[in-house]
Structures are given as structure tokens and as C-alpha cells.
């Protein structure tokens, strides 16, 4: 399975970039995509369309924004891309506006890349980190931190630091499954079950409750095996009442407001 600095090459990244709306971020995004072969232009559209009939679900983070679109004939391989904007641009989010920086992603399917998503929201979580990937001088920079991260990890020195409240009770729940959703399922929700997932190993519930990533349509469906849905406020708005917990999520890698979230769905 691919890793995130190689899924996205210093080649792939471009800083200090003029954009003046979001359409005008995820198309410079989608740009490099389709620059490197990972894409078609049609893939840069269907981004846009996304957003377009979703909404602004996929700025996950403050002043973040994850742009992807559902696994198509429009993706030739899987890769990424990394903008950092020079000037901020509202994408219409309530609490995550304005955006600076666009990270696109393009999914041959719905598993290939979840290494990679789960160590970019590591990443991202931890504020030391996320300062550097922010404030890299160029793209070679930036690509190095990723990789740093990536080998620090890998020998076992990327130590994790405990999330935010009290302990939660050491028995935890009985076995349960809690769903993430996003519009596509590949993507954003991938960002806040790993969120969700570390929460829960450190409060000793990971053997308790699995944690699904999935879609709109198929959390539908799948919600009456839940004991609760976690998602964004858009996607929470478009699911309606599914006879479970819906829970927002504004921030998709803090894992102090997902722990929030989780006391508040178990009342610990």
C-alpha cells in the first residue's frame, strides 16, 4: 500500500498560489493531478460538482479543505495533490472558513489510499507538525517533513499524546459499531474514523466499538446496525433522521472534539 509522500510527490505541490474563489483552489488542485497522470480534467469537474450538490462538507479542518470525488473512469491511478494558497477563499463553510490550503485527492477505489489518509490526518492532529507542513519555504520542505514523519513513525519515535477530559470507563460499551459518512466515502470520512479511532485506543474501547467508513446512500442503510453516525454538518443535514445518533463533527482531526463527541454519544 502506497504511502502518503508517495502518493504525493514534491511534484504534486505548489505553494503561495492566487486563487480568487474555491472553484479557482480546486482546479489549480485538480491541475496538478491531471499534470502528473494520476487524472483527466473530466475528475477536476466532478471535484468541483461535488461540492457544487454537497455543499462545503469537505473543508474538515479550519482552513482546511479535502477535495476529492468518487473513484471514476476519470482517475487513471491513485494520487494526491497539496495547494497552499497565498490569499485565504471562503468555501462557504460556517466554522472552518476561509481556506488556505487544498489538498485533492484522486482514488482508483475505496481502499488503496487508506494508509495514506490516516497518516495525513495524524499528521494534521498534531499541531507541531501541521505548523511545519504549513510554513514549509517550498515544496521540497514540505515534502521532507512528510517524510520525516512517515520514517519517525515507522521506528517507533512518533510518540502520541493522550486525548483531552477524564478517563472514560476502562469496560467500555459492548461490542458496537459507530459509523463515519461523507458524500463519497473514500475521503473525508476516512480523515475522522482515524480520528475516532485513536480516541478510542486510548480511552481502551477499541476492542469495544468498530468504526465503518462510508457514503450518504450506504449510511442509510447500514445506520440501523450503529449505535451512532459522526459526520459533517452538511452531510448530517442531507442524511436526515436515520433512527440513530447523528453526531457533527466541525473539526475532523482534533481529536479533542471528537472525544467531546464520543463522551457526549456513550454519557461518560
Not at 468498530?210 to 442503510?221: H, L, N, Q, R
Amino acid at each position: 500500500m502506497a504511502s502518503l509522500s508517495e502518493l504525493l510527490p514534491r511534484e504534486a505541490i505548489r505553494l503561495e498560489v492566487a486563487a480568487a474563489d474555491w472553484r479557482a483552489a480546486v482546479g489549480v488542485a485538480g491541475e496538478l493531478l491531471v499534470t502528473r497522470g494520476t487524472t483527466t480534467d473530466a475528475y477536476t469537474d466532478e471535484m468541483i460538482r461535488n461540492l457544487e450538490e454537497n455543499g462545503p462538507y469537505l473543508v474538515i479542518a479550519p482552513g482546511f479543505a479535502f477535495a476529492h470525488a468518487r473513484p471514476s473512469p476519470a482517475v487513471r491511478r491513485t494520487g494526491m495533490s497539496w495547494v497552499r494558497l497565498a490569499e485565504p477563499v471562503a468555501f462557504g463553510h460556517e466554522t472552518n472558513d476561509p481556506v488556505t490550503l487544498v489538498v485533492a485527492l484522486a482514488a482508483e477505489d475505496s481502499g488503496a489510499h487508506t494508509a495514506a489518509m490516516a497518516a495525513l490526518a495524524r499528521l494534521l492532529g498534531d499541531p507541531e507538525t501541521e505548523a511545519a507542513l504549513r510554513t514549509a519555504p517550498t515544496p521540497g520542505e514540505l515534502h521532507r517533513v512528510l517524510a520525516a514523519n512517515e520514517q519517525r513513525r515507522e521506528t517507533g519515535g512518533g510518540g502520541t499524546a493522550r486525548a483531552s477530559g477524564h478517563s472514560a470507563r476502562a469496560s467500555g460499551p459492548a461490542v458496537q459499531k459507530i459509523l463515519t459518512v461523507c458524500g463519497n466515502g473514500v475521503g473525508t470520512s476516512l480523515f475522522l474514523k482515524n480520528t475516532l479511532e485513536r480516541v478510542l485506543d486510548r480511552w481502551g474501547w477499541d476492542q469495544h466499538i468498530t468504526v465503518e467508513a462510508t457514503d450518504t446512500i450506504s449510511a442509510k442503510g447500514k445506520a440501523s446496525e450503529a449505535a451512532a453516525v459522526l459526520t459533517s454538518r452538511e452531510i448530517a443535514a442531507t442524511l436526515g433522521d436515520v433512527g440513530v445518533p447523528v453526531k457533527v463533527v466541525e473539526d475532523f482531526t482534533s481529536a479533542s472534539e471528537v472525544d467531546a463527541v464520543l463522551r457526549d454519544t456513550y454519557d461518560v
